[in-house]
C-alpha cells in the first residue's frame, strides 16, 4: 500500500514486487505475454473482475487486497 499511494504504483505491481516476481514470472503463472501482463500493471487499468480474480491467483492474495 505504501508504494501505492507514495509512488503512484498499482497495488498489483506492488505486490508482484513485494513477492519478488518478475513480470514474464507472473505472465506464465496466469498463461498470457509478459505484455499483456505488463498492461494490466498499468495504474490506469480498468480491470474487470474476473482479471483480478486470476491475478490474485497468481500472486496468492486475495482479490480485494488488489483493488482500492
Not at 2 to 31: C, D, N, P, T
Not at 41 to 65: D, H, Y
Amino acid at each position: 500500500v505504501e508504494k501505492h499511494i507514495l509512488e503512484g504504483m498499482s497495488l498489483v505491481r506492488a505486490w508482484r514486487e513485494h513477492l519478488g516476481l518478475s513480470q514474464k514470472a507472473m505472465a506464465q503463472k496466469m498463461g498470457i505475454s509478459q505484455s499483456a501482463y505488463s498492461q494490466m500493471e498499468n495504474a490506469k487499468a480498468n480491470l474487470r473482475r474476473t482479471t483480478v480474480n486470476k491475478i490474485a491467483r497468481a500472486l496468492g492474495v486475495a482479490p480485494e487486497q488488489l483493488v482500492i
